[in-house]
């Protein structure tokens, strides 16, 4: 059973910061996408960061140069530390991974219940 559990969100101050955590039981991240969606009020759901199957990372035009992914090294927690954060970035914050076997991964994701953070 995969559970993604996704923490750290909270209210704060345009310029300030903060580092989302996401706590995977069941899969490992690693070899198959991961990443961090969000989606702000009346908005459709979009990808802020994602770490491709090779291993490649992208951000979002408007996160480049603010917001950083990063994983421990076994594989169970997903990170997104946020910097400079701006009044635009108010969403809630979704972790994903694919889905996957023992020997490929799946398109399709599971997905965290979000965590809500507020700039103001």
């Known amino acids: 059973h995969v559970q993604l559990v996704e923490s750290g969100g909270d209210s704060v101050q345009a310029g300030g910061s903060l580092k989302l955590s996401c706590a995977a039981s069941?899969?490992?991240?690693?070899?198959?996408?991961r990443g961090w969606y969000r989606q702000a009020p009346g908005k459709e759901r979009e990808p802020v960061s994602i770490?491709?199957?090779?291993?490649?990372?992208t951000y979002a035009d408007s996160v480049k140069g603010r917001f950083t992914i990063s994983q421990d090294s076994a594989g169970n927690t997903l990170y997104l530390q946020m910097n400079s954060l701006k009044t635009e970035d108010t969403a809630v914050y979704y972790c994903?991974?694919?889905?996957?076997?023992?020997?490929?991964?799946?398109?399709?994701?599971?997905w965290g219940q979000g965590t809500q953070v507020t700039v103001s």
């Open positions: 069941g899969l490992r991240f690693n070899r198959c996408e």
């Open positions: 770490i491709s199957r090779d291993g490649t990372t």
């Open positions: 994903a991974a694919e889905d996957r076997t023992s020997f490929y991964c799946r398109s399709s994701k599971f």
